[in-house]
């Protein structure tokens, strides 16, 4: 379903994403709307405290580009609270978490490259996939979180491609 060249965030359907907790998504540019084949653009928003449970993508890397609000980062034993203009990168095949912070919604801007599509065969649960967790930070927080929340494996999401 090809829209053309131009895409209007506010017309793209929202889904929940698997390994994320209170989080929309709406994939701005991908292979069904723009034909792209080696990038993929997604546009998030994270309530305050939620976001993404620890997981790494095998063979995709991600940046996250602050929009709006804060988030805290972890990845590769490094963590850092970003604000709006602050961007971090995931290398493929290393467990990460971002986490919304503070009193206000965090938007961000998704880049994976080659593209993720929501494939459940493209994420990998930290603890539930065989990936080890860390030891303490965001990483085991957000397991405790999945935990809390009776998370055992990769979540059921809704992705406006089925």
Do not use: K
């Not at 939620?50 to 590769?76: D, F, K, M, N, T």
């Amino acid at each position: 379903m090809a829209h053309g060249y131009f895409i209007r965030a506010a017309e793209v359907e929202a889904y929940r994403p698997a390994h994320h907790e209170g989080t929309s998504n709406r994939r701005l540019i991908g292979r069904d709307n723009v034909g792209a084949q080696r990038l993929e653009v997604v546009l998030g928003r994270l309530e305050p405290g939620h976001g993404a449970l620890p997981h790494a993508h095998p063979g995709i890397e991600q940046v996250c580009y602050l929009l709006a609000g804060r988030a805290l980062a972890e990845v590769g034993g490094e963590r850092a609270e970003l604000g709006p203009g602050d961007c971090c990168f995931f290398p493929a095949d290393v467990p990460h978490v971002f986490t919304a912070v503070g009193e206000q919604a965090a938007e961000v801007l998704v880049i994976y490259a080659p593209p993720y599509e929501e494939n459940p065969q493209r994420a990998v649960r930290v603890g539930v996939d065989g990936l080890r967790p860390a030891e303490s930070g965001a990483v085991g927080a957000g397991i405790a979180r999945a935990e809390r929340a009776g998370i055992q494996g990769p979540l059921e999401s809704s992705s406006p491609r089925g």
